[in-house]
């Protein structure tokens, strides 16, 4: 097994579909993210092209935010 930094998803969210369909859910779906599992999150989206012309595959990844990383509290 291959180690790795990144952090292990809390949720993984796959949208297929045209594109402006697939962006506004995304867009609901980090709402709703940030809503049940609170601020302290990470969320990334990555997009390719599918199969079909004008569709595209996306996919929202959610992680803890590493608390190592906040450099906002001394």
């Known amino acids: 097994m291959t180690t ?6 809390i949720l993984q969210i796959r949208v ?3 594109a402006p ?3 506004a859910v995304l867009t ?8 049940v599992l609170g601020p302290n999150i ?3 989206t990555h997009t390719r092209s599918a199969g079909r012309i004008g569709y595209v595959r996306a996919y929202l990844t959610v992680t ?3 608390k ?5 509290h001394h």
């Not at 790795?4 to 998803?9: D, E």
């Not at 609901?28 to 809503?35: F, I």
Request: net charge positive; aromatic share 0%; with cysteine.
């Open 42 to 44: 990470v969320c990334r």
């Open 21 to 23: 369909h697939v962006q």
């Open 28 to 35: 609901v779906a980090t709402q709703a993210a940030e809503t």
């Open 4 to 9: 790795t930094t990144r952090p292990t998803p």
């Open 64 to 66: 803890r935010r590493e």
């Open 68 to 72: 190592l990383v906040d450099h906002h």
């Open 16 to 18: 297929i579909g045209a």
